[in-house]
């Protein structure tokens, strides 16, 4: 909590200081480039390839945002950072966009003064058992020893659920997730807990993932979201509307495959409103008409882009669940494009 | 006589016998056996029990190496390959070996620049590592700064030759008046430098395209690269600060004193990990937004002030380790401060200083690692980021680690072995 006032202390001295400056789009724009804060790497989500080219899901959303401004998904500037420093180089403009598996709770939103623009993974904390163990629930694992990372909101989290559903265990404390991994093999803890897609990495990394299960229950709530600073409500607005852009474009049924044929001959209102064959909504964002074409050109729509970084083709294998769209029982839902 | 002697003849011999070997169990491989291995019965099973500890290792080690898979695209391919069979999966050194070394950004035409920088920077440090090379490559010495950063940073090489120009000056007035004052030598050398460089700079500024090799931002430096530029330049600079500081901490004049010690005592008091988090998060509220203030030169500032407080304090002990007459024969000499500690004093000095130095200087190496927390992509960085990250390469864990410790240690070693060499090259009390 300290830390966090300290913090947020430093970052409101931050905002005074960068007041004065130019709206962010208009640096952006001057400067050619978006400035992308990413993890330094997580499964999935955000890492170089062999080329040294950025992949992931979060990279993505960047990626989205550079092509909606300037038409080109690779002009953004990939800024690993830390769970320590991402917040300080947001607040300090460092960074423009914060896309790093970051999840949505009050104290960052409030205290820390950041605007999530919204949420592009609906994440939450579960567990893992060996199948031999021959667990089918959470609620099954009566006096297991749990893996867990110490000074965590999951460690909290596991308490909480435990005694709730009045049952014992025993805590293994680990430092990282590297270190729960082979804990975890050698046999250390007869569950490892963390967030799910964590989870689903972790596994997928096994010798023989099939020996392994995750357990249906699902003990928490992770929001994961990009955010931007507080105090630029127009630059919140443009990148709002391109994850937006993203989720509505799948409700819709517009692909990367199919957008530019869409744009031109689509009979649906909202999509030609989305993809600025009618209307000004381009415009009201500070772009041209063809913004969200382009970020879903080059990315594809939102199901494209979990498809092909973490879905079940992957070797990560993440089911859909919550990330759903709402028409499909998930939480995806973008506003109308009017 | 000879009955005198009768008696006693069957005792002595009258010819020499030939030389004989010594018995087998005397000399050679079998007594170093017996002696070293299996003298009494402790020690034969003291043996014994090694030689089985280091029977289960190499057991599971040489496997491991030797059955190693060097050519699959990611980790799934590796173990189908391996189809349960022992082995690493070496794939991920080919396959990322560029970024072990380069890191993601760096561009991968360039990649000869480095690699040459390398290469020059030990015709550059021969001379002075060496005393046995022509002093005539000293002149390489002198420009492998200007020309390594031309090669790493890139851009058009009149900004490093401004800088040397600029030093070039600085130089032949501090020859000049360091004759009647040294202070007034270094100072004005500084003074005269510094203007030289602005006003080259301005004149540069507009030349970008002058043999200008493509410009690579700091931000993109990585891998093992990263540890070197790093290491480098930190050791050399931090040697003649830490000199000055420890100089400084034994002046007569309390002013300075006091900021040496001052400075020596806290930057001593503070982990390095605190000054990198400095450097790299809270700098950025002080300066402007906007402002770009190289993060590499941000973070050699605070790693060269690091290692600059330890090596002054290895320096002052070997100051304090000099009979005071060594003092007192430079004064009696009529020599002044800077002659006296030029002369006479720091040679001897630094002499009995050369393993602290080394220490730290292998220490600093090593802790530029610690960077990879402040999210720069050098070698650990490397490792525990992107590569780790990568869904081909999760769960590879030996072969990456067991690469960078095999690199740290060759580089740490290489100094250590040199640092002993010149031991006993400065060795002058002959016994």
Redesign the interface.
């Known amino acids: 909590m300290n830390k966090s006032v300290f913090f947020g202390a ?1 970052t409101v ?2 905002l005074t ?2 007041a004065a ?1 130019a709206s962010t789009l208009d ?1 952006v724009k001057a400067r050619g480039k978006l400035n992308c804060g990413v ?6 989500f ?7 080219e950025w992949e992931g899901f979060d990279v993505a959303v960047c990626r989205a945002v550079a092509a909606a401004i300037f038409a080109d998904p690779n002009a953004v ?1 990939f ?4 769970g ?2 991402r917040f ?2 947001l ?4 960074i423009d966009f914060l896309a790093r598996n970051t999840t949505w709770t009050f104290s960052r939103d409030v205290d820390l003064k950041f605007d999530f623009i919204g949420v592009n993974y609906y994440d939450g904390q579960g567990f893992m058992v060996p199948k031999a163990l021959g667990v089918s629930s959470a609620k099954d694992l009566d006096g297991a020893t749990v893996c867990i990372q110490t000074g965590t909101t999951t460690e909290l989290n596991l308490a909480d659920f435990f005694r709730a559903n009045n049952i014992s265990y025993e805590p293994v404390p680990i430092e990282t997730n ?1 270190e729960g ?2 804990q975890y093999l050698a046999g250390a803890c007869d569950t490892y807990t963390t967030d799910a897609s964590g989870l689903a ?1 972790t596994r ?4 023989t993932p099939g020996d392994h299960i995750i357990l249906p229950e699902i003990i928490s709530k992770e929001p994961l979201g990009p955010l931007v600073r507080h105090g630029d409500n127009d630059w919140g607005d443009l990148t709002r509307w391109v994850l937006y852009a993203l989720i509505a474009a799948e409700e819709l049924g517009v692909t990367s495959a199919n957008v530019e044929e869409m744009a031109t001959n689509t009979t649906n209102p909202e999509v030609a409103r989305l993809l600025g064959a009618e209307g000004t909504l381009g415009e009201m964002l500070g772009l041209d008409a063809g913004w969200a074409k382009n970020a879903i050109a080059s990315q594809g729509n939102y199901g494209e882009i979990f498809a092909k970084n973490i879905g079940e083709e ?3 294998g993440l089911a859909r669940g919550l990330n759903a769209q709402w028409t499909d029982g998930g939480l995806m839902y973008a506003p109308p494009f009017r | 006589m000879s009955d005198t002697h009768a008696a006693s003849v069957p005792y002595v011999r009258e010819s020499m016998l030939p030389q004989v070997e010594p018995p087998a169990t005397a000399k050679g491989p079998v007594k170093w056996v017996h002696q070293s291995l299996f003298s009494s019965i402790p020690y034969t099973i003291l043996t014994l029990v090694a030689l089985y500890v280091i029977f289960v290792i190499l057991s599971g080690f040489l496997p491991w190496l030797l059955g190693g898979v060097w050519n699959t695209g990611n980790i799934r391919e590796c173990r189908e390959v391996l189809d349960g069979a022992q082995g690493g999966c070496f794939s991920v050194l080919t396959d990322r070996w560029n970024q072990l070394l380069f890191g993601i950004a760096y561009p991968q035409d360039g990649y000869w620049r480095p690699t040459m920088a390398f290469i020059l920077l030990f015709v550059a440090a021969a001379p002075v590592l060496f005393g046995s090379v022509p002093r005539q490559l000293l002149i390489v010495t002198v420009l492998y700064p200007f020309l390594a950063f031309w090669l790493i940073w890139g851009g058009s090489i009149l900004v490093p030759l401004a800088a040397l120009l600029s030093f070039a000056i600085g130089y032949v007035v501090y020859s000049r008046l360091v004759k009647s004052s040294f202070a007034g030598g270094l100072f004005g050398g500084i003074a005269v430098g510094v203007v030289v460089w602005f006003v080259a700079g301005l004149m540069t500024s507009n030349l970008t395209d002058v043999l200008a090799l493509e410009e690579v931002a700091s931000r993109n430096m990585g891998g093992f690269m990263l540890n070197m530029i790093l290491g480098v330049i930190c050791v050399s600079l931090s040697l003649p600060l830490g000199i000055v500081l420890a100089l400084g901490r034994q002046s007569n004049l309390p002013i300075i004193r006091l900021i040496c010690v001052v400075f020596i005592e806290f930057i001593r008091g503070v982990p390095l990990i605190t000054l990198l988090f400095v450097a790299n998060v809270v700098l950025a509220y002080f300066l402007p937004p906007g402002t770009n203030f190289d993060l590499i030169l941000r973070v050699i500032i605070m790693i060269t002030m690091f290692a600059s407080a330890y090596i002054a304090e290895v320096i002052r002990g070997g100051l304090a380790a000099l009979p005071r007459g060594q003092y007192e024969a430079a004064d009696s000499l009529g020599l002044d401060y800077a002659q006296a500690m030029r002369l006479i004093i720091l040679p001897q000095a630094l002499k009995i200083s050369i393993p602290g130095i080394v220490n730290v200087a292998v220490g600093l190496f090593k802790d530029t690692t610690l960077v990879s927390i402040i999210s720069m992509f050098d070698l650990v960085g490397m490792i525990r980021g992107p590569i780790l990250a990568s869904t081909d390469w999760n769960g590879v864990y030996w072969e990456l680690w067991g690469f960078a410790a095999l690199l740290f240690f060759v580089v740490c070693y290489g100094i250590s072995q040199y640092s002993q060499w010149l031991e006993r090259q400065l060795q002058t009390d002959h016994h």
């Open positions: 430093l001295a931050g200081a960068g400056a640096d993890t330094t790497g997580l499964v999935g955000a890492a170089p390839n062999a080329n040294g500037e800024i690993p950072t830390t320590k420093t300080t180089a607040a300090s403009g460092e590297a991994q082979q990495a997928a990394t096994f010798e992957t070797p990560i």
